[in-house]
Nanobody, 112 residues
């Protein structure tokens, strides 16, 4: 069963930036994505990267977030710029559709 570990979250002021990292225990040569879950909300997909590198983004983050990966290192990244308070959530990486298990996530808190 693949293990996922996210890191890089923190507390940042609105307009700031963070770079999230995710390392997997197995190959990430899959459709991969970053998801987030805010309190009281369902988990949502915010960015995806296909097997051959095509990227997609939720409208709410388009132009501000960039997903990338290092297949050799089994890592997926999420560069987040121009952060807004509405971006506050726990962020997770997983496959698309997601594997059955999730990592612990990394908390991102954006203050106004």
């Amino acid at each position: 069963q693949v293990q996922l570990m996210e890191s890089g979250g923190g507390l940042v002021q609105a307009g700031g930036s963070l770079r999230l990292s995710c390392v997997a225990s197995e190959s990430i040569f899959h459709d991969m994505g970053w998801y987030r879950q805010a309190p009281g909300n369902q988990r949502e997909l915010v960015a995806g990267i296909g097997r051959f590198g095509t990227t997609t983004y939720a409208d709410s983050v388009k132009g501000r977030f960039t997903i990338s990966r290092d297949i050799a290192k089994k890592m997926v990244f999420l560069q987040m710029n121009s952060l807004k308070p509405d971006d506050t959530a726990v962020y997770y990486c997983n496959a698309r559709p997601p594997w059955g298990n999730w990592g612990q996530g990394t908390q991102v808190t954006v203050s106004s």
